[in-house]
């Protein structure tokens, strides 16, 4: 039995939910009001049988004991199963990737920022407190950050690292030290502001590195290493993550500078890109604690157009993985006044700070007058190009409702009517509702189809499903538009979603909480069978099929469970079940 399992079965869900909620037995379930929302009439019930709760009204989600304290102490996976560990008198064995080689990872780069900081305070440290002090950053802030500086010898820190006995090679993997092509090792930085990059978990992972003498580049970074990767951290993130949950919205800067000056006047809730543009794995790490992400647009217009390009690829790929723009994830903009930098801002005017932030503006409401203005909008020529720039953009939204927006303002920025401009690019894409059918998986071996998937092994279903999906790589842009919410164990949600925004199982084992690991290792190592493309395809389609009937049939036992049972359903109510048993029958008579 896992550790995850372990907790679950010395633990009720009703028993955790009453700790948190007025419950009333109501049948076979539990109701009350829902602790997400406000609301007079309870819509949120809970099945002991089940272990599992939802919400029926505006929340309209659910899951076991594990996705209702994340929810409701706004925290992760990992913490959330650790809480509950405790509470069951559960013990929980950290298990780390790799083992000891990545602890020895975390350990050099530790070893390697207390070194940076002992030299920041010594003598020759003074060039990097001075520029400090100019930016007025205070000791306070310096400790929370962990500043150093690196001395100008490149042969110090290789030094310091071997009388602790790390090798060579090691410090070379972990990314503090660089061979040269004729095979000499010295240190990777050299007389250079130091601010370490830490993990979720708050370990050091990386380094970037300010110059102090006006050389070229201005910054650089540790290179990238098994534990450190530039495009999917998030500088801050370990100090930012508590106040994202309380307040539901993250804010992004592009420079280290930027998010300690934030966090020093007040605004903890501000991570750091490194420079980059936000990247899809980036806000990936913001899922399940943010419900905005506010891009702070640096007003270099130098910088602008590819950070506009960069952050539009990231929009669509959120887009068609139903994690972007007004679903569970909102992208905002929010563009700074030309010569401010978030820094300059926030020290010399936190009202104006406050307010771009604030009045952000969803993200297509900014692209499209933005890229359209690349355009000439004065003929015809020019709005037709601009109207093919930003059309398939607008497609990768699935939603219909903001494929209307979005179409009905790209007409009113080109001047024309919502008609003409659909006539011009065809009519919009309309969502197509998922019509898995299910069609036997055409596989020679009957034990590799999931017909047998009834009964005592319904739980079965899920894993199966993950599985299939790590194991046949190519089926995962078949399931971009399967709602989490299907998913009744968390820890299969988390790897579900997780893995939609994951290329290789490496980057999923980085992304994933160390508790999921051994779920991870239990999904790979099941047997699946021999299947060819065909008979996994037919066997995805049946799970998909079965886990939608299993959802809809929730939903209707848990609308019904709402309100008293001799009673009809109130109107509110009517609509959402008759669309289920419509769904329902759709699916069994395919």
């Known amino acids: 039995m896992s550790t995850v399992d372990e907790v679950k079965a010395r633990l009720d869900v009703v028993d955790v939910v009453s700790s948190y909620v007025a419950l009333k037995k109501a049948g076979s379930n539990h109701k009350g009001l829902c602790p997400f929302h406000t ?43 650790r809480k509950l560990a405790d509470r069951a008198g559960v013990q929980i064995e950290e298990r780390r990737q790799d083992g000891e080689r990545y602890d020895i990872l975390y350990r050099i780069n530790q070893e390697a920022a207390r070194f940076y900081h002992d030299v920041l305070k010594s003598d020759e440290g003074r060039v990097a407190s001075k520029y400090i002090s100019g930016r007025g950053l205070d000791d306070k802030v310096i400790s929370l950050f962990g500043l150093g500086a690196s001395p100008r010898d490149r042969q110090r820190l290789k030094t310091h690292l071997t009388t602790l006995g790390i090798s060579v090679d090691q410090a070379v993997e972990a990314g503090v030290l660089r061979r040269g092509e004729d095979g000499s090792v010295r240190d990777f930085f050299g007389a250079r502001l130091m601010i370490p990059i830490h993990d979720r978990r708050g370990r050091v992972v990386g380094f970037g590195g300010r110059s102090l003498d006006g050389s070229d580049p201005k910054y650089i970074n540790t290179a990238a290493s098994p534990i450190f990767d530039k495009r999917a951290n998030l500088y801050g993130l370990n100090l930012a ?184 690019m065809g009519r919009l894409r309309t969502p197509t509702r998922r019509r898995a059918r299910a069609t036997p998986a055409r ?28 194991d046949q790589r190519e089926l995962k842009e078949k399931t971009v538009d399967v709602p989490a919410e299907h998913f009744r164990r968390t820890e299969n949600r988390e790897v579900f979603t997780s893995w939609q925004s994951c290329n290789t199982m490496e980057e999923l084992r980085e992304v994933l909480d160390e508790s999921l690991q051994q779920h991870v290792e239990y999904l790979v190592g099941l047997d699946l069978g021999p299947l060819d493309r065909p008979s996994a395809e037919g066997a995805l389609k049946q799970c998909l099929v079965r886990l939608e009937q299993r959802h809809l049939r929730e939903q209707q036992e848990g609308l019904l469970a709402t309100e008293d049972s001799a009673l009809p359903p109130p109107r509110e109510l009517e609509e959402p079940i008759v669309t289920a048993n419509s769904r329902l029958r759709e699916l069994f008579s395919q």
């Open 39 to 81: 609301e007079k009439t309870p819509s949120f019930t809970v099945n002991q049988e089940r272990q599992s709760w939802r919400c029926f009204g505006a929340c309209s989600t659910g899951g076991d004991v594990i996705s209702f304290v994340m929810r409701a102490e706004k925290i992760e996976f990992g913490d959330a199963l």
């Open 443 to 470: 596989s020679r071996d009957k034990a590799t189809t999931v017909s047998a998937l009834s009964g005592d092994l319904e739980d079965y279903l899920e894993d199966y499903l993950v599985a299939l999906l790590l």
């Open 241 to 424: 993550a508590g106040p994202i949950r309380d307040g539901g919205t993250a804010v992004v800067v592009e420079g280290y500078m930027d998010a300690i000056a934030a966090h020093q006047h007040g605004y903890t809730n501000v991570v750091a890109c490194m420079g980059t543009a936000l990247t899809e794995q980036q806000v990936s790490r913001l899922r399940g604690m943010a419900k905005t992400v506010v891009q702070a647009l640096d007003p270099d217009e130098a910088g602008q157009e590819a950070t506009r390009r960069s952050l539009t690829d990231t929009y669509r790929a959120l887009a068609r993985r139903h994690l972007g723009q007004r679903a569970d994830l909102e992208l905002r903009v929010a563009s700074l006044p030309h010569g401010r930098d978030p820094d300059a801002l926030i020290r010399k005017n936190r009202e104006e700070w406050e307010r771009l932030t604030r009045e952000a503006v969803p993200y297509m409401e900014f692209l499209i007058p933005t890229e359209a203005a690349r355009f000439d909008l004065n003929t015809p020529e020019g709005k037709a190009e601009a109207a093919e720039a930003l059309w398939p953009v607008i497609l990768d939204d699935t939603n219909s409702f903001n494929q209307e927006q979005d179409r009905t303002l790209l007409a009113k920025v080109l001047g024309v009517s919502p008609e003409a401009l659909e006539a011009s």
